[in-house]
T-cell receptor, first 110, second 113 residues
């Protein structure tokens, strides 16, 4: 089978740093992606990790540990516009399937 | 900037009717996907399509669903006999080569009454 676990909700303060964790159990794992979705919008790609370690893209960073079946998304210098749902997604080999976690709703307080 | 486009943005249909949801993926992309999202819930994988055939499908994608690439640009999802529980947002996505970054359309909101 396959499963992805991430917290359902996280609250943070504007300007702060927040980390959203994701653990997965699956076979055929190729890599881990992160997507952002604002209410009423489409998922948009944020970051991808195919190898262990940290990937940095501006205020967003993502980390993967294959041995621990674990990854996280780190958002720095939080802005109100970062309030959204964040999904980790497992990419299977041959790109045949991208399976999304249940999503983490990030709420940011002034 | 290239984007995935979906039509219609909203479709209301009666239970038992057939619907076709349309998508135009980004032109040089090779992998195409359909996803479903019931309001407030997770993004659920339905099917992937590569080289003019289904690559992978989920248990949701039963005999009432089908996909086609009728020409070089369009990618369609057909639901043969809609049920109330098919009401959801349906997203089409495409990926250039290896699936590491998927681009999503704005979705079609399907309401079955």
């Amino acid at each position: 089978g396959q499963s992805l676990e991430q917290p359902s909700e996280v609250t943070a303060v504007e300007g702060a740093i927040v980390q959203i964790n994701c653990t997965y159990q699956t076979s055929g794992f190729y890599g881990l992606s992160w997507y952002q979705q604002h209410d009423g919008g489409a998922p948009t790609f944020l970051s991808y990790n195919g190898l262990d370690g940290l990937e940095e893209t501006g205020r967003f960073s993502s980390f993967l540990s294959r041995s621990d079946s674990y990854g996280y998304l780190l958002l720095q210098e939080l802005q109100m516009k970062d309030s959204a749902s964040y999904f980790c997604a497992v990419l299977y080999s041959s790109a045949s399937k991208i399976i999304f976690g249940s999503g983490t709703r990030l709420s940011i307080r002034p | 900037e290239p984007e995935v486009t979906q039509t219609p943005s909203h479709q209301v249909t009666q239970m038992g009717q057939e619907v076709i949801l349309r998508c135009v993926p980004i032109s040089n992309h090779l992998y195409f996907y359909w996803y479903r999202q019931i309001l407030g819930q997770k993004v659920e994988f339905l099917v992937s399509f590569y080289n003019n055939e289904i690559s992978e499908k989920s248990e949701i994608f039963d005999d009432q669903f089908s996909v086609e690439r009728p020409d070089g640009s369009n990618f369609t999802l057909k639901i043969r006999s809609t049920k109330l529980e098919d009401s959801a947002m349906y997203f089409c996505a495409s990926s250039e080569g290896d699936g590491t970054e998927a681009f999503f359309g704005q979705g079609t909101r399907l309401t079955v009454v």
